[in-house]
């Protein structure tokens, strides 16, 4: 069976990213030749494993993003402490987008900076998460704002463990995927899933080794993130990341149609791709509160100066900063989105 290695290429820090069936296996070779023992985090409902050659304990996080926070990074340094791990072992992340993240950001921060091995176990993980070393935990004020940036040594994405994701998260998976569509407009549905993981890997290697802090190009795989955080806090986290993502981009259309930077016939074809080609949902099932959401957008990461989005454009998909809550009210109107 294919075996597809993707290099993120970032000079001494490069590192494999390893997608294909069974791929677990080769995690031995994988590991930082100094590590002795292993600290393994994971959760309860992962239904993979890992057994690597050198001492591992398994350390078990809570499901859910209201467990990415820093008293779950609290509690990881205090099992890392009783283990007696050093900064010359190994930290491996087991698990989805939330679990590498927080097994990352406690990597990054235990000893000044402990190795980590991500093994992912979801679509959104394999094809973005566990790739490009972002780590962190969400606070009050919001979502990924406590973080590093923390590369691991390797990532492993193991299709096996796709055999049991539930359908539902799958999906989630889909929102990321299609995002790549829109930022190459690569037919990559068109690939089995094996090549389809691997090119979205080789998409997001690209432009993490160009911009690997975020100062660029990077921000471009935020496409219809800045909606996406609001609508899942807003939601407390009922909407999940991937489903948040899909009703993002069609807000990021309408919203640049609304700023007369697309047509109406471009904010039509988000909706075929992310609708109908991905079949994912273009609309929040609950309602919407617009202030909240507006208030948690201006909280956004990326808002340096202003309302910041990621709009598409006559030159392409690109960083816009300074929108107006005029645009922002049109978008949501014409998203036909129903208030609270
Ligand atoms: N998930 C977006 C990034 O890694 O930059």
Redesign the pocket.
Known sequence: MTVSRVNVDLGTRSYPVVVGHGVVGEIDSLLPKTAKRAVIVTQKEIGFVVKPKIDSTTVLIGNGEQHKNLQTIEMLSQKFAEIGLTRNDVVIGLGGGMVTDVAGFAAASWHRGTPVLHVSTSLVGMV??AI?G?TGVNIDQGKNLVGAFWQPCAVVCDLDALKTLPEREMRCGLGEVAKYHFLTGDDLLALEMPQRIARCVEIKAKIVAADER?SGG?AL??YGHTLAHALERSSNFSLAHGEAVAVGMIYAAHLAHAMQRISQARVEEHYKVIGQTYGLKVKPDERVNRKELIELMRHDKKAVSGLTFVLDGASGIEVVSGVSEKHLEQAFDAMQLSEK
Do not use: M, Y
């Open positions: 973005d998460a490009g972002k975020e990077r795989l935020n």
